[in-house]
């Protein structure tokens, strides 16, 4: 009757045991969800020191995780600012994991912070992306347009956060300043091009309407040289022609000016609470 006892004993010792040596040393557990579930767990490196802002790109470039599928429920945005944070600590970069509460919103987000020596604190993100669509789209930044555009880049952005402004992205190949004020110059860009791109959309609409008129009325008219059908003719194949320079220069200048701000990232939402945890 005494064996029972002693083994749930020894056991029990085991258990606390076991639960001790997970705490010692430098990795920490945080009150938030991460891979399958399990709370996540940073892993600390004391020689760790802090990058500069040129230190942190170079990072997130050699780094992977922004290659990883976004899976709800297994792999979510903590999952991946887990990795980004153990990874860049194993490299000797000191990290952060942040969560972000969004104004009216039930779920938040999470990312990477570093205190550059440079440029003062500087927000990442490498939460990668899913081929199917789902309702936890919340928790991951979404392109403006089709995830195409990303295609064989680095998925790494930028993040932009103060509290009581929008928690926005720019891609980290393009972001030339981790300044919130450089994100809001960049959202004026893009949204004067959105606007250039909606009016050259319409051009072309019209333009290809004007075809589509021409060819059917020059398909049921008759021509005789230097007669006045065979001059409006001219004229009207002259005007299209002059039309499509006039939209191929507007497209030349529009694909320039988007390849200069790269793939556009939506905003997630106002910035309610930042808790970073180191």
Not at 8 to 32: D, E, H, K, M, S
Not at 195 to 207: G, I, P
Request: some cysteine.
């Amino acid at each position: 009757m005494s064996r029972p006892g002693a083994l749930a004993v020894l056991l029990a010792a085991l258990v606390f045991a076991l639960f001790i040596t997970a705490c010692q040393g430098n990795t920490r557990q945080i009150p938030y969800n991460g891979t399958y579930g399990f709370k996540v767990v940073l892993e600390n490196n004391p020689a760790a020191k802090d990058p500069t802002w040129e230190q942190v790109k170079a990072f997130l470039e050699t780094d992977n995780t922004d290659e990883r599928d976004y899976v709800p429920g297994d792999f979510v945005c903590g999952s991946f600012a887990q990795d980004v944070h153990n990874n860049a600590e194993k490299a000797g970069i000191k990290a952060a994991w942040v969560a972000i509460d969004l104004a009216g919103k039930p779920i938040g987000h999470a990312l990477n912070a570093f205190n550059t020596t440079d440029r003062g604190m500087v927000f990442s993100d490498s939460t990668g992306d899913t081929a199917a669509a789902n309702d936890a789209a919340l928790l991951k930044p979404e392109l403006e347009e089709d995830g195409e555009a990303v295609i064989g880049q680095p998925r790494d952005r930028i993040a932009y956060v103060v509290k009581g402004k929008e928690l926005g992205f720019i891609s980290m190949v393009m972001a030339q300043s981790p300044d919130y004020s450089y994100y809001e110059q960049y959202r004026v860009k893009s949204g004067q091009y959105s606007v250039l791109l909606n009016a050259y959309n319409s051009k072309v609409d019209a333009y290809n309407a004007d075809v589509q008129a021409f060819n059917r009325w020059a398909g049921s008219a008759t021509f005789v040289a230097g007669g006045s059908e065979a001059r409006r003719a001219d004229e009207w194949r002259r005007n299209l022609q002059i039309s499509q320079h006039l939209l191929d220069t507007i497209k030349a200048d529009l694909e320039k000016e988007k390849a200069a701000q790269g793939p556009a990232w939506k905003p997630m939402g106002i910035v309610s609470n930042i808790d970073i945890r180191w």
